[in-house]
């Protein structure tokens, strides 16, 4: 299976020059952790729930005065939608990530994360247990 299989191409975005507070507020409407910050089309970073938790509220800082841009991660790693699930997965584990940007011939298409990695497992097994049956059935008719 690989990663354009699972990835969630409805990918939530942000400014760069926008507050921390509206990438909160923006998080908490879609009820997710993180979002791709672009600026002129381009993906220029990552804001995410640990940046506002690390960054603003451990610090005591005003999230209405502080711009994206001051917190998000630039070290964005990011991923091929051709990539397999395991090796996404792989991915993550070394840099010790949750979320992959997907990119497709420089353009953001989507994103993946360890989520959607893990929900993908059982449906990976569901079928794996068909070809097994399959296997089976064949075994006993030729018997």
């Known amino acids: 299976m690989l ?6 191409a409805d990918v939530k975005t942000i400014g760069p020059n926008e507050t921390v507070k509206k990438s909160a507020i923006l998080m908490n409407e879609y009820d997710i952790g993180s979002l791709i ?23 005591s800082k005003e999230s209405s005065k502080v711009k ?5 991660n630039r070290r964005v790693i990011m ?9 996404a997965a792989d991915i993550m584990n070394e840099h010790k990530i ?3 940007p997907v ?7 989507g ?10 497992q059982p449906k990976m097994v569901e079928d ?6 399959l296997q089976k059935q064949k075994t006993h008719v030729a018997g």
């Open 3 to 8: 990663v354009k299989d699972v990835m969630n």
């Open 37 to 59: 910050v672009v600026d002129d089309e381009k993906m220029v970073g990552i804001i995410t729930e640990r940046d506002l938790l690390k960054k603003i509220v451990a610090k």
């Open 68 to 72: 994206v841009r001051n917190v998000m």
């Open 79 to 87: 991923i091929d939608p051709e990539t397999s699930l395991s090796d």
């Open 98 to 100: 949750k979320k992959l």
């Open 103 to 109: 990119l497709h011939e420089d353009n953001l298409v």
């Open 111 to 120: 994103i993946v994360t360890a989520t959607d990695i893990i929900a993908a």
């Open 128 to 133: 794996l247990s068909k070809l097994f049956a």
